[in-house]
């Protein structure tokens, strides 16, 4: 197939890489020069405007910071000008709204359009082991399983369009609370005298188990490696975890819900970022719940 990709960043990079590895003709665009040469090195054609990147494609995936560029670039850049019928795709991470939005002036400029938000950091981007959680008709979803699957281990059809965003959006919510509360139980084991490894043991054979536990462990040494055997460096930034807090409190908000946990969890991770730690993964929070 030819596809054209937008947004070639920490995760659309590795992305592009793996349409490539995976037989498709990739023309790449990004507002960097340096994003464009590095996929120009992983076997894309790197190309100077969108216009030249929708050119003749057959399907069209971005993977771009927020939903005002996504809204932009779609409205401005895409619409239009790919081939009339291109599958589009936008795989970054959005407000409902203007997934639905996208999708609707997709469709009324002869367009099929899927929200198809990402589970999984930028080792899953570069390892083609991403989870797509997708929004859209079932005829778009067929179309784009497999142009996914060439970049993820698991693709799900979430539901209509929106349901892709609203899907990650829920599932960051839990993530974020769930992290503050297993860094909590830790951090009370262990002023309880609990060795952190014993607490580990029982804990993540348990009812408290859970993947920020298990997958992902605030603790250094305990559980398999993560960020916080490397200085809570890499893995997935405070605000990144906060842009999802903050979209799926917006969420909620639309939904007529009061999350009480998930507008703590966003105050807790507000302050943490406030203090200098924007940049550090998400799990270093447990360093202040003491
Ligand atoms: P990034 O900042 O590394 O990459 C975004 C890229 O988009 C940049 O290279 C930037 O130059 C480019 N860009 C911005 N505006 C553009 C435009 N108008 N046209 C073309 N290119 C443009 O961000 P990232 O970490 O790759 O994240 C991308 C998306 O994936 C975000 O929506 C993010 O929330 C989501 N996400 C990230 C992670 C993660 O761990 N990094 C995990 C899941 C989802």
């Known amino acids: 197939m030819k596809i054209a990709f937008i947004g070639l960043g920490n995760m659309g990079g590795g992305m592009a890489a793996n349409l490539v590895k995976a037989g498709h003709e990739v023309r790449a665009y990004d507002l960097s020069a340096e994003a464009r040469a590095r996929a120009q090195q992983s076997g894309c054609s790197a190309v100077a405007t969108v216009a030249e990147a929708v050119e003749g494609a057959d399907a069209v995936v971005s993977m771009l910071p927020s939903g005002k560029i996504v809204d932009e670039v779609y409205g401005v850049e895409v619409f239009g000008k790919a081939p009339a019928g291109a599958l589009l795709l936008?795989?970054?991470?959005?407000?409902?709204?203007t997934a639905r939005n996208a999708a609707e002036a997709a469709e009324a400029a002869g367009y099929a359009m899927v929200d198809a938000p990402v589970s999984g950091g930028i080792a899953a981007a570069a390892a083609g082991t991403l989870t797509f959680m997708v929004g859209?008709?079932?005829?778009?979803?067929?179309?784009?399983?497999?142009?996914?699957?060439?970049?993820?281990?698991?693709?799900?059809?979430?539901?209509?369009?929106?349901?892709?965003?609203?899907?990650?959006?829920?599932?960051?919510?839990?993530?974020?609370?769930?992290?503050?509360?297993?860094?909590?139980?830790?951090?009370?084991?262990?002023?309880?005298?609990l060795d952190p490894q014993t607490f580990y043991d029982i804990s993540s054979v348990s009812s408290g188990q859970n993947w920020s536990m298990t997958s992902?462990?605030?603790v250094s040494g305990v559980g398999p490696v993560s960020p916080a055997d490397n200085n809570y460096e890499g893995?997935?930034?405070?605000?990144?975890?906060?842009?999802?807090?903050?979209?799926?409190?917006?969420?909620?908000?639309?939904?007529?819900?009061?999350?009480?946990?998930?507008?703590?969890?966003?105050?807790?991770y507000e302050s943490f970022a406030a203090a200098g730690n924007g940049g550090r993964d998400f799990s270093a929070i447990i360093e202040t719940l003491d």
């Open 235 to 268: 893995g997935f930034a405070t605000t990144l975890m906060l842009k999802d807090l903050t979209l799926a409190l917006a969420a909620a908000d639309e939904a007529g819900v009061e999350p009480e946990m998930g507008k703590r969890a966003r105050e807790l």
């Open 136 to 193: 859209g008709s079932d005829d778009a979803f067929a179309r784009a399983q497999p142009v996914l699957a060439a970049m993820g281990k698991t693709v799900i059809h979430a539901g209509a369009s929106g349901a892709g965003q609203a899907a990650k959006l829920c599932n960051n919510m839990l993530l974020a609370i769930h992290m503050i509360g297993t860094c909590e139980a830790f951090t009370m084991a262990q002023k309880l005298g």
């Open 216 to 218: 992902y462990c605030p």
């Open 90 to 97: 936008d795989c970054s991470t959005i407000d409902v709204a």
